[in-house]
C-alpha cells in the first residue's frame, strides 16, 4: 500500500501532463509553449488595467497586448489612456490603475515624497532616450544667427550657449523667457534643465521645505508644466517658446510647421533611461506571481520592437496610430520610430537609437540610473538637503528591482522564449552602469558616487547647500 | 403679435379639421425644420473651408460623415476582435484546467478599448443611474418642503447655497470620497462609474428639489380644501391630492435635472478621464490626428441628438403619467 501511493501518484501526474500535452497540441492558436510555466506561479490576479499617456514610448504595452504576450501569461490587460502624468500617478496610487507608463523620476519622486508620497517600484524600464527639445521659430531664427553652419545646415548637436543670447535679450526688454515640461519630476524636465544649464542658462531652484514647488527661484529661463499632447498647441499660443517632450510631439511641430526642434535627448545624454512601467509597493507584495509575469510579456514586446535592426517598427507605427494609442498620423510618428527624426523642416537626419526599446539592457532597471535621476532631484532643490551616498544608493533599491527583473528574464530563457545572453549576466550584475562620459557637457557620471558627481556642476545644488 | 394670433388661429382650423390648412401645417412642420437644417449645413460647410487649423481644415459635413463611417467600421471590427477573443479564452482556460484541475475557469470581459459606440452606452447607463438617484432623494424632499413650510425654510439655505456650485467642483472630492468609502475586492461598479454617477446625481438634484418643492405649495386652494373636507389620510392625500397636481411641475423639475447631467457628465468625463463620450472627445483631442476634428465634431452632433432624445422621453412620459391631457407641453 505504501509502495503503492507514490507510485500512483506518479502516474497521475503522467497522465496530467500528457494530457496537458494533447490539449495544448490539439489547441489551435495557442502557442504550447506558453502553458509549459510552472503550475505554482499562476498569477494572482488576471485582470489587470494599465495606464499610459499617448507618447510613442508607451509602446511595449500596446504590442505586448496587440501581439498577445499578456494573453500569453495569463493576463487579460486592458489599457487605457491617462489625461496627465498626475492622473496617472494617483489612479496607480489609489489603486483604480494596477500599473502604468512612468516617468522614470515618477517612481522615485513618489517614494522620497515630493508631491505626492506614496511607495512606487519598478522593475522594468521602458525604453531609451526619445525625447527632445523643440523651439518656436521665431526663437529658431534668432538661434541660427549664433550657429555655426556646416553645408548651410546647423552643425548639431546645438548647445544652449547660441540660446543663451536670445534669452538675455528677452530679460533685458524685462519679458519671461518661457518653456514647458511635462512634469516636476519629468526626465523632459531634468534633460531640459541639463541642457540650459550647460549652456549657462539657470533654469531655476526648487524649495519644497518653503512651500515653493514652481521650480523658478533664481531661474533665467522660467519652466513650467503642460501635459505632452497640448505642448503644440500651447507653443502655437505663445504661452511657451519652446519645449521638452517625447515623441510625437516634436515632430508634430515640424509638420504642423510651428516650431524647430533642436536637440535630441540622445545628444544631452548618449541612451538616457526614459520610461518605466511602475506599480505601488503594495501591488507588488499582494500579486507577485502577476508582476513577474507582466514584466515577462514586456520584455517579449520590447524584444519584438528591437527585433531584426527595428525590423519590425513600420507594424509598430500602425499600431501605435490607433486612436486608441497614440493616435497621431502615422506619417509623424513614423519619423522617429524608424530610425530618423526631422529637424528644421526638410532636415532629416539619422538617430538609428532615437527610440530604443531592448538592446543595450534598455529594459534592465539599473540602480545607477535611479541615482542619477536622484541626483537632479538634488540639483534642481528637489531634494533640499544634503543627503549622504548611502542614501542615494539604499533609495535607488527601495525603488528599483531588478530582482524581479532577473526572474522575469530567467523565466523566460527557461521557456526558450529568450537567450540568455541578450540580458546581463544576473550572477555578477551590480545593478551599476560604469561611469559613462557621452553627456553633452562631458561631465562623467559615476552612479556609486553621487555626491562626487553633484560637485562637477557649475549652476546647481550641491554639497550642504540649502536654499 | 399677430404672429402668434394666426399660429392660435391655424391650431383651431386644424382642430376644426379643415384638410387644406392641415396639409400646410403638416408641410409646415416637416419642411421649416428641414430647410433650417439645410441652411446650418451649408453655412457650416462655407465656414469651415475658410478655418485652417493646425491639425488641417476644420471639418465640413462631408469629412464628419466619413469619420462616422469609420467609427462604425472600427466598432464591427473591434467586435471582431471581441469574438477572437472570447475564443482563445475558452481554449486557454481549457488548457489551464487540463493542466491544474482546481482552477476554476472565468470567462472575463473583452479587454479592447472601448469604440465609440461603447462610449456613447457607457455615458448614457452613467447619466440614467446618477438621473435616478438624485430624483429618488430630490422627488421626496421636495415634496416635505412643498408641504411644510418650517421644513422648506430650514432646507432653503442648503438648497440656495449648493444650487449654484459648478458640479464639476465637486469633482476631485467626490472622486477622492469614492476612492476611500468604495472599497471592495470584486467591486460590481467601477470606481470611474460611481465617481460619475454620483457627480451627475449632485447637479441632478436641484432643480428637480426646487420644481417639486415650488409645485406642492401651489397646489390650488380648493384642491386642498376638498382633501380637507374629505378628511383624506395623509398618504391619501399625498396620493391623491398633492401628486398628481404637482406632476406638471415635479416634470419640469426633471427634465431640466436630466439636460443639466447629460451636459455635466460630458464634462465630468473629460476632467476625471472616466469612461464615456467626454473621454472619446479628450482622447481623440489628444491625439491631434489630421481627423481628429472631424471625429470630435462626430461626438458633438451625438451628445446634442442623445441630449434630444433624453428631453423627448422624458416629455412623452410626462404626457403619461399628466391627469391633464390638453395642457401644452414643449
Request: glycine share 8%; with cysteine; charged share 20%.
Amino acid at each position: 500500500m505504501n509502495a503503492l501511493t507514490p507510485l500512483r501518484g506518479l502516474t497521475h501526474t503522467a497522465k496530467t501532463l500528457a494530457s496537458a500535452l494533447v490539449m495544448s497540441v490539439t489547441l489551435t492558436g495557442v502557442s504550447a509553449s506558453s502553458l509549459a510555466a510552472d503550475n505554482n506561479d499562476w498569477p494572482e490576479k488576471e485582470e489587470l488595467k494599465f495606464g499610459f499617456i499617448k507618447l510613442t514610448d508607451m509602446a511595449p504595452l500596446a504590442i505586448a497586448y496587440e501581439k498577445g504576450f499578456f494573453e500569453d501569461e495569463g493576463l487579460y490587460v486592458t489599457l487605457e489612456a491617462q489625461a496627465n502624468w498626475k492622473v496617472l500617478l494617483d489612479r496607480v496610487i489609489d489603486g483604480e490603475l494596477d500599473g502604468a507608463h512612468m516617468l522614470a523620476g515618477q517612481p522615485l519622486g513618489a517614494t522620497i515624497g515630493f508631491g505626492t508620497k506614496a511607495h512606487i517600484i519598478t522593475a522594468f524600464s521602458m525604453d531609451l532616450n526619445g525625447n527632445g527639445i523643440t523651439v518656436s521659430n521665431e526663437i529658431w531664427e534668432q538661434m541660427k544667427k549664433n550657429m555655426p553652419k556646416e553645408d548651410g545646415k546647423p552643425v548639431h548637436p546645438v548647445k544652449a550657449d547660441y540660446l543663451k543670447p536670445v534669452v538675455e535679450k528677452y530679460r533685458e526688454e524685462g519679458k519671461a523667457f518661457k518653456m514647458g515640461m511635462v512634469f516636476p519630476v519629468s526626465t523632459h524636465n531634468y534633460e531640459l534643465r541639463y541642457w540650459l544649464a550647460a549652456g549657462g542658462i539657470h533654469p531655476g531652484y526648487y524649495a519644497p521645505h518653503k512651500g515653493d514647488t514652481s521650480g523658478q527661484i533664481d531661474a533665467e529661463a522660467l519652466l513650467s508644466v503642460t501635459p505632452p499632447p497640448q505642448m503644440p498647441a500651447t507653443m502655437e499660443a505663445g504661452t511657451i517658446h519652446g519645449y521638452c517632450v517625447g515623441e510625437p510631439w516634436n515632430q508634430q511641430a515640424v509638420f504642423k510647421g510651428i516650431g524647430v526642434p533642436v536637440i535630441t535627448d540622445y545628444e544631452i545624454w548618449k541612451n538616457n533611461p526614459e520610461k518605466v512601467f511602475g506599480v505601488s509597493s503594495e501591488w507588488a507584495e499582494k500579486y507577485p506571481n502577476t508582476h513577474i509575469r507582466v514584466v515577462k510579456a514586456m520584455i517579449r514586446a520590447a524584444m519584438w520592437l528591437d527585433e531584426n535592426n527595428n525590423a519590425n517598427r513600420p507594424e509598430a507605427v500602425k499600431i501605435l496610430a490607433k486612436s486608441t494609442y497614440v493616435g497621431a498620423d502615422e506619417a509623424v510618428l513614423a519619423n522617429s520610430m524608424t530610425g530618423t527624426f526631422e529637424y528644421e523642416k526638410g532636415d532629416k537626419r539619422e538617430v538609428p537609437d532615437f527610440n530604443v526599446f531592448f538592446r543595450y539592457n534598455a529594459t534592465y532597471p539599473y540602480y545607477s540610473d535611479a541615482i542619477w535621476y536622484l541626483t537632479q532631484m538634488r540639483r534642481w532643490g528637489q531634494i533640499p538637503e544634503a543627503k549622504p551616498d548611502s542614501w542615494y544608493i539604499n533609495m535607488a533599491k527601495e525603488v528599483y528591482r531588478p530582482d524581479i527583473y532577473a526572474a522575469a528574464a530567467k523565466a523566460l530563457i527557461a521557456e526558450g522564449k529568450a537567450k540568455a545572453e541578450d540580458f546581463p549576466d544576473f550572477d555578477t550584475e551590480t545593478g551599476f552602469k560604469p561611469p559613462q562620459k557621452e553627456f553633452i557637457d562631458e561631465v562623467t557620471y559615476d552612479g556609486t558616487h553621487p555626491n562626487a558627481y553633484l560637485e562637477k556642476f557649475g549652476i546647481g545644488l550641491k554639497g550642504d547647500t540649502v536654499l | 403679435m399677430s404672429k402668434s394670433a394666426s399660429f392660435v388661429t391655424s391650431i383651431g382650423q386644424f382642430k376644426q379639421g379643415n384638410p387644406g390648412k392641415m396639409l400646410l401645417t403638416t408641410l409646415q412642420t416637416l419642411l421649416l425644420p428641414l430647410v433650417g437644417l439645410l441652411l446650418f449645413l451649408a453655412v457650416w460647410n462655407g465656414v469651415a473651408k475658410s478655418i485652417d487649423t493646425s491639425l488641417g481644415q476644420f471639418p465640413g459635413p462631408a469629412q464628419v460623415w466619413t469619420q462616422t463611417l469609420t467609427l462604425i467600421d472600427e466598432h464591427s471590427a473591434q467586435r471582431e476582435k471581441a469574438e477572437a477573443f472570447y475564443e482563445r479564452q475558452e481554449q486557454r482556460n481549457a488548457a489551464r484546467v487540463a493542466q491544474d484541475p482546481t482552477y476554476e475557469p472565468k470567462v472575463r470581459p473583452f479587454t479592447g478599448a472601448p469604440t465609440f459606440f461603447d462610449q456613447i452606452w457607457t455615458s448614457l447607463y452613467t447619466v440614467m443611474i446618477g438621473f435616478l438617484i438624485a430624483s429618488v432623494i430630490a422627488v421626496p424632499v421636495g415634496i416635505v418642503c412643498g408641504l411644510s413650510k418650517s421644513a422648506y425654510t430650514a432646507i432653503n439655505p442648503l438648497i440656495q447655497l449648493f444650487k449654484p456650485v459648478s458640479p464639476l467642483a465637486w469633482l476631485p472630492l467626490v472622486t477622492m470620497v469614492v476612492s476611500a468609502l468604495y472599497v471592495s475586492d470584486d467591486p460590481m461598479f467601477s470606481k470611474s462609474f460611481v465617481t460619475s454617477a454620483f457627480t451627475v446625481s449632485l447637479c441632478c438634484l436641484w432643480p428637480t428639489l426646487i420644481n417639486t418643492a415650488v409645485g406642492v405649495s401651489n397646489i390650488e386652494k380648493d384642491l386642498v380644501n376638498v382633501s380637507r373636507v374629505l378628511r383624506l389620510k395623509p398618504l391619501t392625500h399625498l396620493t391623491k391630492i398633492v401628486l398628481p397636481a404637482s406632476i406638471p411641475m415635479i416634470f419640469t423639475g426633471l427634465r431640466l435635472s436630466l439636460g443639466i447631467g447629460w451636459m455635466v457628465l460630458i464634462a465630468a468625463e473629460m476632467l476625471a478621464q472616466n469612461p464615456g463620450l467626454g473621454k472619446f472627445v479628450w482622447d481623440e483631442f489628444q491625439n491631434g490626428s489630421s481627423e481628429s476634428l472631424a471625429r470630435i465634431m462626430v461626438a458633438v452632433l451625438t451628445i446634442g441628438a442623445i441630449g434630444f432624445v433624453l428631453d423627448r422621453l422624458m416629455l412623452s412620459l410626462q404626457r403619461k403619467v399628466s391627469w391633464d391631457k390638453n395642457s401644452v407641453l414643449r
